[in-house]
């Protein structure tokens, strides 16, 4: 049956990708929507190649760009604007599959939006899960959708699970293996590391993303973020759940069952590849990936993360263990440091100091909906603001 797709996200690095597997296999794949923040031009090509019946912008000026340019094409695709036009596209009745691939906390309200319509939830925006935890993984289960991993790491471990997986115990499974590369400064000096530029975060060893997750990747509290999103997917304990550094990025998760075995899934460091298994699932499609060739490697590598280097790593993994909406404060503490550290206001190894400070006082209590969420979300930016200001 064809899949009716809403690309949330359709202009970053997981949306570009989604929509070059949706290119290889017209005949599985029809766009309803693409949705972008302020790349006007690149969603204008996007809406052309693959005429959506919506296209969804930032804001009014944004959208008035984008029309006059459909325009000139004849184009039929119609323009919205706005963070609830966002969720309409996501939860339309004629919507089958979302790629959930908006960066950071602003993906929160459409993605729910999608588990809420009992969707087929492609989830890259795994700050979503971390923010919301239980109120998403259940509202999954109460309203009968799927929510398939894009995350590579996660991708990988769902990949090594047994079909009728229900719960670690039940499979067999000893631990879960989260691997991650380490990212570009695995090997700078300590000294060296508050001098470190946002180009040099930026520039990642092995896979090419956005800016927002490749300066977690250098930091590690991308691992961090997704410790905690494999937490709730898969439903483990701190003592389920190793994470090893494997700088090669070929090896992107793996089981390890009772009796000894070990599963990887292994592949090119492409995202294409998790993509292409979600959007086919359960059947295997092309992705366009480059196979790998083993004559090739160089080696496998792996070693412990060192907490002094990632502290990042070591908050989440605390904030995790603390529960309530320890979570919430440190995504948005993060999202907030980095967007400075973007921007030169303040140094690489000061986005671990902020997020600490900001933890070490933060009043914890349980959400029990989603707006509790998005308060708790703004009351630590508000926190976070003023502690990068002082
Ligand atoms: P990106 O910065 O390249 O793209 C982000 C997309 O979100 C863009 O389309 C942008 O227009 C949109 N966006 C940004 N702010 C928005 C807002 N306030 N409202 C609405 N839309 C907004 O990011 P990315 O690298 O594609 O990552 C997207 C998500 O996928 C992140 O959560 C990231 O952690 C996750 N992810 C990415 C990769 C990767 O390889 N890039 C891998 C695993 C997970
Ligand atoms: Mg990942």
Known sequence: MQQTLTVLGATGSIGVNTLDVVRQHPERFRVFALTAHKNIMLLSQQCLAFSPEYAVVADESGAAELRDILRAYKSKTEVLHGPAALVDVAKDSQVTTVMAAIVGAAGLSPTMAAVEAGKRVLLANKEALVMSGHLFTSAVKRNGGQLLPIDSEHNAIFQCLPDNFTSVAAAGIQKIILTGSGGPFRETALSELQH???????????????????VDSATMMNKGLEYIEACWLFNVTEDQLEVVVHPQSII????????????????????????????????????????????RLSGLHFEAPDFQRFPCLQLAMNAWRSGGDYAVALNACNEVAVD?????????????????????????????????????????REMADKVVRA
């Not at 592949?267 to 499609?285: L, V, Y």
């Not at 006082?361 to 703004?378: G, K, Q, Y």
Request: aromatic letters at 8%.
């Open 196 to 214: 470190v530029t946002p180009a040099q975060a930026c520039n990642h060893p092995n896979w090419s993303m956005g800016q927002k997750i490749s």
């Open 252 to 295: 992107h998760s793996m089981v390890q069952y009772l009796d000894g075995s070990v599963l990887a899934q292994m592949g090119q460091p492409d995202m294409r590849t998790p993509i292409a298994h979600c959007m086919g699932w359960p059947d295997r499609i092309a992705s366009g990936v480059e196979p790998l060739d083993f004559t």
């Open 340 to 380: 400075r550290f973007l921007n030169g206001e303040i140094k690489f190894t000061q986005i671990a100091e902020f997020i600490d400070q900001i933890l070490e006082i933060w009043d914890s209590s349980e959400p029990v909906c989603i707006d509790d969420v998005i308060s708790a979300d703004l009351e630590a």
